[in-house]
């Protein structure tokens, strides 16, 4: 199995701050990385595919980077809305996982 | 618009099978360019990838729960499945349906999710 190690587990920011949370693989998944916000009671929202594909309808303040073994979700100017958890997965083996996810809280 | 909705039992007693039905609407689970998947999460927890079926019945399983695990679909209704035998409280969860999209020709992200179901494991 590919472990995905998420860092950090939970972050404390501000309104208007850059923001980038960190996804490590175990071993190369070249590209294969997606990210997820999620919302307290809600289901996840796909973000990023492929690691640096922007899902239709995101805001462009979202982006991801990275190959191999690690990757970065980067939020250019945190609004309110952004106030949620955040998952990576990796999608290159057969069995796909997730980051233990990362916790954004208000400041 | 594609929406999923699962349902199934919210209380299973420990050492029984867990049983969830997806219903799919807004297109077909026998196209032939999406897969779909279980996914789960604890309280407090992250996701657990738990499995996915293709079209053609084909399934990959989470290594950790592939002894306990089986899915299929029903393409007449239009839905899938989920069974998990042998369940314990840890298995107690919110479970997720959601519609894998390909890249690259492999199965890839997580599209389209259902709101989620939860279902405790007590007796």
């Known amino acids: 199995d590919i472990q995905m190690t998420q860092s950090p587990s939970s972050l404390s920011a501000s309104v208007g701050d850059r923001v980038t949370i960190t996804c490590r693989a175990s071993q190369s998944i070249r590209t294969y990385l997606n990210w997820y916000q999620q919302k307290p009671g809600k289901a996840p929202k796909l973000l990023i595919y492929?690691?640096?594909n922007l899902q239709s309808g995101v805001p462009s303040r979202f982006s991801g980077s990275g190959s191999g073994t690690d990757f970065t979700l980067t939020i250019s100017s945190l609004q309110p809305e952004d106030f949620a958890s955040y998952h990576c997965?990796?999608?290159?083996?057969?069995?796909?996982?997730f980051g233990q996810g990362t916790k954004l809280e208000i400041k | 618009q594609v929406q999923l909705q699962e349902s199934g039992p919210g209380l299973v007693k420990p050492s029984q099978t867990l049983s969830l039905t997806c219903t799919v609407s807004g297109g077909s689970i026998s196209s032939g360019n999406y897969y779909w998947s279980w996914i789960r999460q604890s309280a407090g927890k992250g996701l657990e990838w738990i499995g996915r079926i293709y079209s053609t019945g084909g399934t990959n399983y989470n290594p950790s729960l592939k002894s306990r695990v089986t899915m299929s679909m029903d393409t007449s209704k239009n839905q899938f499945s989920l069974s998990l035998s042998s369940v314990t409280a840890a298995d107690t969860a919110v479970y997720y349906c959601?519609?894998?999209?390909?890249?690259?020709?492999?199965?890839?992200?997580?599209?389209?999710w259902g709101q989620g179901t939860l279902v405790t494991v007590s007796s």
């Open positions: 492929g690691a640096s």
């Open positions: 997965q990796q999608s290159y083996s057969a069995s796909h996982t």
């Open positions: 959601a519609r894998v999209t390909t890249w690259k020709y492999l199965p890839s992200h997580l599209e389209y």
